[in-house]
C-alpha cells in the first residue's frame, strides 16, 4: 500500500496515511483533525526504492550523488 500527503480542504491540516489506491479513489480517508474525506495531495518529496544491487547491472556510480542507485 502506498503512502499519501494530504491535506485537508476544510480545516487545513496535512497529514501522511497509508492506505489503498480504492480507499483514497472512493475518498475513505478522513482527515484525523475534523474527520472531512475532502481532500488533496500534496506533494513534498518522491522516495524510490531499488530492488537492484548496483553490481548487477555492472555500473556504479562514481560520483556518489545518488548512493550509487542510478546505475552509472
Do not use: Q, W
Not at 479513489?25 to 474527520?35: A, G, L
Not at 548487477?56 to 542510478?70: E, F, L, M, P
Amino acid at each position: 500500500m502506498p503512502f499519501y500527503d494530504l491535506r485537508c480542504k476544510d480545516c487545513g491540516e496535512e497529514f501522511n496515511v497509508r492506505a489503498s489506491i480504492k480507499e483514497r479513489e472512493n475518498k475513505e480517508i478522513e482527515c484525523p483533525n475534523c474527520h472531512s474525506h475532502e481532500l488533496e495531495a500534496v506533494f513534498k518529496s518522491v522516495n524510490i526504492i531499488s530492488s537492484s544491487k548496483s553490481s548487477d547491472s555492472g555500473y556504479s556510480c562514481t560520483s556518489g550523488c545518488c548512493g550509487g542507485s542510478c546505475g552509472f
